[in-house]
């Protein structure tokens, strides 16, 4: 399995970002997807997850303002993120757990994204 993460980069404080992430390699509806982040000095924390039906959790910091969604045909997850903070400011990591293997895991490349106050 590999992913491909794109998007990130420098947007101000209210502003709005996109990151997508496509699977490749395996059947994508086999996976629970995610995006995580980690900021300099803090461990990599859940944003937000979805499974392959569409239901979705979220980190109660971007509960509102962030929505994740998939596109099963393309194989791919979205991060749709709005009203950006400083404390958004993160490298995001896409996330694959297999629904019936939970020890198969794989991470994408890190995206940074940047949020100026």
């Known amino acids: 399995v590999q992913l491909q993460a794109s998007g990130g980069g420098l947007v101000q404080a209210g502003g709005s970002q996109r990151l997508s992430c496509a699977l490749s390699?395996?059947?994508?509806?086999?996976?629970?997807m995610g995006w995580f982040r980690q900021a300099p000095g803090k461990e990599r924390e859940l944003v937000a997850d979805?499974?392959?039906?569409?239901?979705?959790n979220y980190v109660e910091s971007v509960s509102g303002r962030f929505t994740i969604s998939r596109d099963n045909a393309k194989n791919t997850v979205y991060l749709q993120m709005n009203d950006l903070k400083p404390e958004d400011t993160a490298v995001y990591y896409c996330?694959?757990?297999?629904?019936?293997?939970?020890?198969?895991?794989?991470w994408g490349k890190g995206t940074q994204v940047t949020v100026s106050s």
């Open positions: 996330n694959a757990v297999n629904r019936n293997n939970r020890r198969m895991v794989y």
């Open positions: 979805i499974n392959f039906v569409g239901a979705a």
């Open positions: 390699g395996n059947i994508f509806s086999l996976y629970v």
